[in-house]
């Protein structure tokens, strides 16, 4: 059984979901970049009330990454471009708790 990610770089929904994608040293590299690239670098308004919404951003750029980096980086620059796309790109616009439904 592999070790689980720990630490407080991401939540529980998101880290479930990128260990269930992600393989061995990938797991650590994902989790970084989810980290410093995919949170509140996306918008200089945003403040801790926007936790919920980066959890969504993160589990859509981990749902189109089909378990890929290339994949990963991707849903990345979509979040950097409209994170609001990528939401709609991964089917998590409608339903603030649609990400956590999804189970890869």
Not at 5 to 30: C, H, I, K, M, S
Not at 69 to 89: H, K, Q, S
């Amino acid at each position: 059984m592999s070790e689980r990610l720990t630490g407080p770089l991401l939540q529980a929904a998101t880290l479930e979901r990128l260990e269930a994608l992600f393989q061995g040293d990938e797991r650590e590299r994902v989790a970084a970049t989810l980290f410093k690239r995919c949170g509140y670098s996306l918008s200089s308004d945003w403040g801790d009330s926007y936790d919920p919404l980066i959890e969504r951003i993160r589990c859509a750029c981990l749902k189109l990454s089909g378990g890929t980096l290339e994949g990963l980086e991707d849903g990345l620059r979509l979040a950097r471009t409209d994170w609001r796309d990528l939401l709609v790109a991964a089917g998590f616009a409608e339903d603030e708790r649609a990400h956590l439904a999804w189970c890869p």
